[in-house]
């Protein structure tokens, strides 16, 4: 608990206090309201649970204390006395009502931040639209593959897919129609990966694959995702092709590479299959031999 509360707290307690023993001492009501004012405060000093009952149970107690003392001077208890204890009974009970509505509000303030955390967090590593990780949690993941493949003497595998066609698909559907295709794309993914391979959402229109072994030769991978847009895409395809290109490349158990360079490679290669197809179809599939350049690849923008 914050110092803050604690100081509303022990003010709350205080003006209790003060109001029983002025309602113990003169037998007058009006003392009442000190107890009123210190239940609203604990609403306000964002006390929780035991804190919040036990402060609410010694201003209703403090009431009590005093209604009984003066039910016991009956001189006291005439109509006019009845009416005052009414009127501060109403505000004791205003009082308790405005601390719990205090307490809840500034519960629910502090679940929405936490979700907001929560959410925060969780979208540092995922990318919000596939679920799939994105650029940091593919970092994240693929460190581990690498240094447990290491372990084991196996290699790692890369393979980066881009999205064809979504340029055609945004200046006829817009948006919505894109965010349609590269869900159909991560779902495609996801049946045609294995449990221990890491898929991430790379940039606009690319996808990434990291798992333990030599994995799929690209134009496999091109083939089963291919299929799987095929089957399960709603857009049609007459706008979308359902078609992408892939790139390679092999992390060998000697070589001494990182993350970054296999997806310079891999990203590399994919360009190079997607020039080699225009010109004269998809080559044989052999993986890319790593360059010692620092920097990974960018996204880039929709392609055509």
């Known amino acids: ?31 009442t309201s000190l107890a009123a004012v210190g239940a ?3 609403g306000l000093g964002n006390l929780r649970g035991p804190w ?3 402060v609410l149970a010694a201003a209703g107690t403090t009431w009590t204390v005093g209604l009984v003392l003066a039910v016991r001077h009956v001189d006291l208890w005439v109509v006019h006395d009845t009416v005052r204890w009414s009127g501060q009974a109403a505000v004791l009970a205003v009082g308790a009502a405005l601390a719990v509505f ?25 990318d919000t639209l596939t679920d799939l990780a994105n650029g940091k949690g593919l970092g994240l993941l693929g460190e581990q593959i690498l240094e447990s493949a290491r372990r084991r003497g196996d290699a790692v595998y890369c393979v980066f897919v881009d999205v064809d066609g979504l340029g055609r698909v ?18 495609a993914l996801r049946r045609t990966t294995r449990k221990t391979d890491a898929v991430a959402r790379w940039g606009e229109g690319e996808f990434v694959v990291i798992g333990p072994g030599t994995g799929l030769a690209p134009q496999e991978m091109e083939r089963r995702i291919r299929a799987q847009c095929s089957e399960h895409s709603t857009v049609d395809r007459s706008i979308w092709h359902a078609r992408v290109s892939a790139g390679g490349a092999v992390l060998e158990p000697w070589d001494d590479g990182s993350i970054e360079s296999l997806l310079r490679a891999a990203n590399r290669e994919m360009h190079l299959r997607r020039a080699l197809r225009r ?26």
């Open 279 to 304: 010109e004269a179809g998809v080559p044989a599939y052999r993986p890319t031999r790593l360059d010692p350049s620092p920097q990974p690849p960018q996204s880039r923008q929709l392609n055509d």
């Open 170 to 187: 945004q200046g006829r559907l817009g948006q919505s129609g894109v965010d349609e295709v590269l869900l159909t794309v991560a779902d």
């Open 52 to 54: 919040m009952a036990a």
């Open 40 to 42: 609203a405060a604990t």
């Open 102 to 126: 205090a307490a809840r509000r500034a519960a629910a303030d502090r679940r929405e931040v936490a979700r907001a955390l929560e959410f925060a967090q969780d979208a540092t590593v995922h």
């Open 1 to 31: 608990m914050s110092r803050r509360p604690l100081v509303v707290d022990a003010l709350a307690l205080l003006l209790i206090a003060a109001g029983a023993a002025s309602v113990i001492a003169t037998g007058d009501p009006v003392w």
